[in-house]
C-alpha cells in the first residue's frame, strides 16, 4: 500500500520552531519531487515548501522563506520542513505530497501532485 505519513505537528507559541517529518512507505521518494502544503479552515490548500528529486531545486512561498527549510534524506525515504519563526498565520493542517510529473512551472501547484498524506495539525498560539 502506498503511504505518505506526516508528524511533528502540534501546538507551539509564536517564535517557536517544529520539524515535521513526511515518511514513506510502499513506493520510493527517489525519482520524485516532494511537497509541503497548508489549508487554513475556510482557505484554499497553498503551496509552502517543495524540492525536487535531486534536490537541487526548492521552492519557497513568499510567506515562509527565509523561515522554513525543506530537506530529503532519500536513505529513509523522508521529506523534512523546518518551521523556524513561527507566526500564528502559520496554523494550518500541513500535508506532504509526492508527483513524478512537475515541471519548473508547477513544482509546487498542488494539482500537479498526485499522492497525498492525511496531513498533521500544526497550531502556533500563545
Known amino acids: 500500500q502506498l503511504q505518505l505519513v506526516e508528524s511533528g505537528g502540534g501546538l507551539v507559541q509564536p517564535g517557536g520552531s517544529l520539524r515535521l517529518s513526511c515518511a514513506a512507505s510502499?513506493?520510493?521518494?527517489?525519482?520524485?519531487?516532494i511537497g509541503w502544503f497548508r489549508q487554513a479552515p475556510g482557505k484554499e490548500r497553498e503551496g509552502v515548501a517543495c524540492?525536487?528529486?535531486?534536490?537541487?531545486?526548492?521552492n519557497y512561498a513568499d510567506s515562509v522563506k527565509g523561515r522554513f527549510t525543506i530537506s530529503r534524506d532519500n536513505a529513509k525515504n523522508t521529506v523534512y520542513l523546518q518551521m523556524n519563526s513561527l507566526k500564528p498565520e502559520d496554523t494550518a493542517v500541513y500535508y506532504c505530497?509526492?508527483?513524478?510529473?512537475?515541471?519548473?512551472?508547477?513544482?509546487?501547484?498542488?494539482?500537479?501532485?498526485?499522492?497525498w498524506g492525511q496531513g498533521t495539525q500544526v497550531t502556533v498560539s500563545s
Open positions: 505530497a509526492a508527483s513524478g510529473f512537475t515541471t519548473v512551472q508547477n513544482m509546487c501547484v498542488k494539482e500537479a501532485y498526485n499522492y
Open positions: 524540492i525536487s528529486s535531486s534536490g537541487g531545486r526548492l
Open positions: 510502499g513506493f520510493t521518494l527517489d525519482y520524485l519531487t
